[in-house]
């Protein structure tokens, strides 16, 4: 997972690359307080509004990651890394989500039925383009796996 300051506006640059199609952009969403998360893509979240305290990694993995985000702040979670809204702290906290091209998100809850779905995390590939600062950048660096 990967917490970046974006060099222009996160928000606009994740619609035009929406609008050119390299991007399947989710509408204005509020992170959902149950922890979960994706089997099919990874996620790309761009805080909108608001200042929130969320969790990543699950709340009983010792190895949780806990930080306070703000508008402008973009987020990389990788398939199959749980997270989850801790605290709205000042009220009205919004993100847009960003998948990459051809991928669809699903809802995993770490359910035993779900042992298919997690084994699917292997098979997908990571980022062709850094989400946040195109042909270049730290998502392109990381050793996701």
Known sequence: MSILKAPVSPLEDLRVRATAGEVLLSPLMKQCSTSHFH???HEVLCVAA????????????????EPILEK???IVVPAGVSHR?????????SMVGSYPKGCTWDMCYGKAEEE?????IESLGWF??????????????????
């Open 39 to 41: 089997s099919t893509s």
């Open 116 to 120: 298919e779905k997690v084994k699917s």
């Open 85 to 93: 809204l801790l605290d709205d702290i000042e009220g009205g906290f």
């Open 72 to 74: 402008g702040d973009v």
């Open 128 to 145: 062709d383009r850094d989400p946040v600062y195109g042909d270049t950048g730290p998502v392109l660096d990381a050793d996701e796996q």
């Open 50 to 65: 608001g200042k929130a305290k969320l969790c990543f990694g699950h709340e009983d993995n010792l190895k949780r990651v």
